[in-house]
């Protein structure tokens, strides 16, 4: 047995035992006759098998980069073929008269057989592989890929995957699945029903039935918190979410750009830039505390820089700005080994790269005038804001979805309720998640989100400080990041209310609190053979 000197104690180096093991996916890799007491013998794993469980776990492989190399060529394609918005084009009806883009359908049709391919080679369920391809195209397209439906059905793919996914795990035979959080199960149940309650009263009322099913999207989307609880168990899974989310919107940022090019006079080229801007600060991350190549992240922070740019959205200007003050104050305490002296090298080559991107960008005619309307919008939204019709809409929106809380307080009007005051007579709902939740369901129902969300952030900022030690500690960083950029913007935008933005929205959380346990598990696991 090889001991290890260290802090003034002998320790036992984990790796160094032999039915405890890590394996490539840094979860332990128990070898034959592994007995679950300390007085319990083993025997050593063959080496063959760890390295072809190593080999089992390879995220990027061939069939990766065919997906994306196709998916970037459809969707830049798909951008140069676009022309600007018309008035009745910029219209929304709703969800059954929209018409996807015909690149949403191409890059479904063309990635999902192969990414069937994929998971056959890297030795993962189809179930999971079926996750992939979702956050694949859901962050490379957004509504685009989410209402593609069948044809003559109002079945969304969003929908169908839900489905899918669930059955898969909780009613198809099925190994053992980790238990979820006891608290998490019991807010998730009062959010669920104060929704049903809410369903409930809107048939009761006779209300507009599609307008009932739509509001049940508050609460329906929340089970994908349950299935990335329960579908996500090592590490290796957690890096292949995070590089299919990236790959994304990455696809997307392209997609943003060869609209640019098309038809510069638009006021924005990617119209939910929210995984954009995770993604830009999760690759800051993963740079910082390299779960990336340098050369490789740089590249995609760039690209995904200027993405952020055609999204052309205030909130996601000051959101950037908030999550970046909160990784210079937090510092050690709050995000482990992440430092500002490791933080300000990272910064300012993100820095100069991003000015020089800027910099070529307005190089062009097009790119100065994109930049003058840009620069004027946003100046008018943060400084000027009572002379910006935006901002006044929400405003007054705000207000009227106050109002019709006090009338309802305690259950809210229900689902199936018109969004239509004053100045709109045209249902955008108040353009605020929350008070969404709060007016349609009371607090019934907004207590339990609250209640969760902070019970997830809580825990969240708990593990990251016992754990700052774990060599995966960025991705629960990256996780929590994502989490509070959703929340900021859904302040100011609709969140939970789309499908596309809140199946991965519950997703995240479901996997952050996985990580956590993970974390804890190997923490404890450590402590006990080390100590």
């Not at 609880?229 to 696809?251: C, D, E, Q």
């Amino acid at each position: 047995m090889i001991l290890r000197r260290g802090l003034g104690k002998w320790k036992i180096p984990l790796h160094r035992i032999a039915p405890n093991r890590l394996s490539g996916n840094g979860t332990l890799a128990h070898g034959n006759s592994f007995a679950n007491h300390s007085s319990g013998c083993s025997k050593r794993p063959d080496p063959a098998v760890l390295i072809r469980k190593q080999i089992q776990g390879r995220v990027i492989n061939i069939w990766l980069v065919l997906i994306v190399v196709l998916g970037a060529v459809v969707a830049f394609s798909d951008g140069l073929t676009r022309t600007p918005f018309t008035e009745p084009e910029a219209s929304w009806n709703g969800p059954l008269e929209y018409k996807p883009y015909l690149g949403a359908f191409l890059l479904a049709g063309i990635t999902f057989p192969l990414m069937i391919v994929y998971a056959r080679k890297a030795r993962i369920t189809l179930t999971e592989g079926l996750f992939l391809w979702f956050a694949f195209c859901t962050t490379a397209y957004a509504r685009d890929f989410s209402y593609v439906r069948w044809p003559g059905a109002p079945l969304f793919v969003t929908d169908v995957v839900l489905l899918i996914l669930l059955l898969s795990i909780f009613i198809l035979p099925r190994p053992h699945y980790p238990q979820s959080p006891l608290a998490v199960n019991l807010f998730l149940v009062l959010f669920l029903a104060a929704g049903v309650l809410s369903a409930v009263r809107g048939f009761w009322e006779h209300r507009d039935p599609i307008l009932v099913v739509r509001d049940t999207a508050l609460v329906e989307y929340s089970f994908f918190m349950l299935i990335a609880y329960h579908l996500f168990r090592s590490w290796l899974s957690v890096k292949r979410v995070a590089t299919w989310f990236l790959l994304g919107t990455v696809v997307g940022a392209l997609n943003g750009l060869g609209w640019f090019i098309a038809a510069p006079e638009e006021r924005r080229f990617i119209y939910y830039g929210i995984y954009i801007l995770i993604s830009l600060a999760g690759t800051l991350v993963a740079i910082t505390k390299r779960l990336i190549r340098g050369r490789v992240g740089w590249v995609c922070a760039s690209l995904l820089f200027v993405g952020l740019l055609l999204a052309n959205a205030r909130s996601l200007f000051v959101a950037l700005a908030i999550l970046v003050l909160l990784g210079l104050m937090g510092g050690r305490s709050v995000w482990g080994k992440i430092r500002v002296a490791h933080l300000v090298p990272t910064l300012l080559t993100g820095v100069v790269l991003f000015t020089l991107a800027t910099f070529l960008f307005l190089r062009t005619e097009v790119g100065r005038d994109f930049a003058e309307r840009s620069t004027a919008e946003l100046d008018s939204g943060v400084f000027h804001s009572g002379e910006d019709p935006d901002w006044q809409f929400r405003l007054i929106a705000w207000k009227e979805a106050w109002r019709r809380f006090e009338e309802y307080p305690l259950a809210g009007e229900g689902f199936g309720v018109p969004f239509t005051f004053e100045i709109w007579d045209n249902d955008p709902r108040p353009h605020n998640t929350f008070l969404t939740v709060i007016y349609k369901m009371g607090l019934i129902g907004s207590l339990p989100l609250v209640t969760l969300l902070g019970y997830w952030l809580i825990q969240g900022l708990r593990a990251v400080q016992r754990n700052s030690t774990s060599s995966h500690l960025g991705f629960l960083q990256i996780a929590v990041l994502a989490q509070i950029a959703f929340c900021l913007y859904g302040m100011a935008n609709l969140l939970l209310e789309s499908p596309f933005l809140a199946s991965l929205f519950w997703a995240v959380t479901g996997l952050s609190l996985k990580m956590i346990r993970m974390l804890d598990m190997e923490r404890s696991l450590r402590s006990y053979f080390l100590l």
